[in-house]
């Protein structure tokens, strides 16, 4: 009964975050057909709306324009400081590539592009989603930072890294202390247990954890981690946890939670930090 607690507890924890995502990625699309809607009315003098702060402004989603040689025309974020420049060498090559999608594809058409940009509010560069759509020789773009990986990626990642230790063991906790991209993905990262002699034998993010009793180890606040993890996978062979730890993404301790596996006498964990209300 237990076990089927902690899933269905995963699972809550995994729609919540699903559907918060879902509701900025809608906000996003509306800011776009607002911006797409008043561009048709009023062509390029639309521009000094979108650069100024107002109505096209959705707490950090903002809209830009770049034309089909790459110069940016308008933007009401940290690009602002672009306008009027050729951006081509400055954009990710993701973003890049999107636009040219965009150009070759008919008009009204939304593409969407994942790259990376500095969020102003942290000054950290993060994993950002741009929605856009081509009108005539202009390029109109609502963007989302998305700082955090999902619920649904930390599993992912955990799948991986779990199917890995299975087949090689040694070679993938070289791997993961060799900070491999394989077990990486933006603040997601793994580590792993052994469970025969308590101690970490593989750490994503901090190495100096490498050989430290697992049981001994709290969080910024003084609440244990390891202790409670252990005891809640004495008897199961897959769970949750929630606490709090630094974000190597932002820097900043935020509130996390666990997936745990086992697989031999590994314990092996994947954590995504949550959202901020």
Known sequence: MRLIALLWSALALLTTAATAQADEEQRARQLLQRAVDYYQVQGDAAFAAFSRQGEFIDGEHYVFVVDTHGTMLAS???????IGRDVREALEPELRDGFRQALEGAEGEVRVAEYRWMNARDGRVERKRVFFQREGDRVIAVGLYLPRATPQQAGQLLDRAV???????????AAINALSPRFREDDLYVFVIDLDTGR???????????????????????KPV?????????????????????????????????????????LVAVGYYKKSE
């Not at 009401?76 to 400081?81: H, L, M």
């Not at 750490?203 to 003084?222: I, M, Q, T, W």
Request: net charge positive; glycine share 14%.
């Open 163 to 173: 199917a890995a230790l299975a087949q090689g063991p040694e070679q993938s906790i």
């Open 200 to 222: 970490y034998v593989a750490h994503g993010y901090n190495l100096r954890l490498l050989g430290v009793e697992f049981a001994k180890v709290y969080d910024p606040d003084g």
């Open 76 to 82: 009401g974020g940290t690009s602002a400081v672009l």
């Open 226 to 266: 390891g202790a409670p993890i252990l005891a809640l996978m004495k008897n199961h062979e897959a769970g949750g946890y929630d606490y709090r730890w630094k974000n190597p993404v932002t820097g900043k301790v935020e509130d996390k939670y666990a997936l745990l596996r086992k697989t031999g006498h590994l």
